[in-house]
């Protein structure tokens, strides 16, 4: 079992940044790639960026060049630095893990991230 908690969530005015981190705990050992989603309400859940165990990471093209998303040297946390944030972007963002022992995906239980004036 993974247990994840996700933090640094809040109110950002348009081009501003923020930074949100993602905490492991449980079987860390299992821990595979990581990632980083987020949900409008009524919306599908979408990629926002991963990080795989080797640090390789991917961005969906909207955040390319804006976000970054790293993980420390334990693999146990990991964050999305956000710069340039638009107010579309307003959303419920989520971390993930791809956990390599169970094959199944974790999730947190998010946090809301507001963009606007």
């Given amino acids: ?10 109110l950002v005015q348009p081009g501003g940044s923020l930074t949100l981190s993602c905490t492991a ?14 949900q409008v309400p009524g ?3 979408e990629l926002v960026a991963t990080i795989a165990v080797d ?23 990991v964050s999305l630095h956000m710069n340039s944030l638009k107010s579309e972007e307003t959303a419920d963002y989520y971390c993930n893990d791809q956990n390599i022992y169970s094959g ?12 606007s004036l």
């Fill in 55 to 77: 640090c390789s990471t991917n961005y969906a093209d909207s955040v390319k060049g804006r976000f970054t998303v790293s993980r420390d040297t334990y693999k146990t946390t």
């Fill in 25 to 38: 705990s449980g079987s860390v050992f299992a821990i595979g790639a990581m990632g980083w989603y987020r």
């Fill in 1 to 10: 079992q993974v247990q994840l908690v996700e933090s640094g969530g809040g």
């Fill in 43 to 45: 919306t599908q859940r």
């Fill in 104 to 115: 199944k995906d974790y999730w947190g239980q998010g946090t809301q991230v507001t963009v």
